[in-house]
C-alpha cells in the first residue's frame, strides 16, 4: 500500500473516532522536552484551564513551579485545541558550584493539544522571564506532555442530560 494512502486512511480513521480534546476536567501527566517534569490541568470554564508545571531543566541547574492561566480554541475540529496562556514561575538553583539566587518570573505558554479516550498529548513552547534571580534572564522551553485523564467532562453531563435528575428540568447543577 502506498505511503500516502496510509497517511489518508490514518487521518481518516482520526477523523472518524470520537476524540475529545478539552472534553476532560482533570487530567495529570509527564512532559519531556526542554525541561523534564510533572503537568496537571484543571478545567474551569469551557475554554479555560489552570495548569501546573514542575519540572527540572536539562540545560539549567534549577527546578522549576510555574501556575499558567490557558485560553483553549478549537482548531479543525471542537475536539482539536490550539492554547496560550501566561502566568508565574518560581525556581530554585540547584548550582552546587556558584551561587545563583533562586529564579522568579513570568512564563507564557502556546500549544496544540488532542485528547484520545483518557490520553491527552500536547507539544507546547513556553518563554520564560526571570524578574529576578537565574542564571539567564530570559529563555525559551518547549516540550510534549502526555497525561491521563481523571476526570472526564462527560462523566457529569452523561445521565444527568436524559433524566434532569440533578438540579431540576433544563439545569445541568
Not at 503537568?39 to 531543566?57: D, P, V, Y
Request: aromatic letters at 10%.
Amino acid at each position: 500500500m502506498p505511503m500516502k494512502r496510509i497517511i489518508l486512511l490514518s487521518i481518516l480513521g482520526l477523523l472518524a473516532m470520537q476524540v475529545d480534546a478539552q472534553s476532560y476536567i482533570t487530567a495529570i501527566g509527564a512532559r519531556v522536552g526542554t525541561d523534564w517534569g510533572l503537568t496537571l490541568q484543571q478545567r474551569l470554564t469551557k475554554r479555560l484551564t489552570i495548569e501546573g508545571i514542575a519540572e527540572s531543566s536539562f540545560s539549567r541547574d534549577e527546578t522549576m513551579l510555574t501556575g499558567l492561566v490557558e485560553t483553549h480554541l478549537p482548531l479543525i475540529t471542537r475536539h482539536f485545541n490550539i492554547y496560550g496562556g501566561a502566568g508565574i514561575h518560581k525556581g530554585w538553583s540547584t548550582n552546587q558550584r556558584e551561587f545563583v539566587e533562586d529564579p522568579y518570573g513570568v512564563s507564557f505558554i502556546g500549544g496544540a493539544e488532542l485528547t484520545l479516550g483518557r490520553f491527552n498529548l500536547s507539544y507546547d513552547f513556553k518563554p520564560a522571564l526571570n524578574v529576578v534571580g537565574g542564571a539567564r534572564k530570559f529563555y525559551t522551553t518547549q516540550a510534549f506532555s502526555l497525561r491521563f485523564v481523571l476526570i472526564k467532562d462527560n462523566i457529569f453531563y452523561k445521565g444527568n442530560k436524559k433524566n434532569n435528575k440533578c438540579c431540576g428540568k433544563g439545569n445541568r447543577w
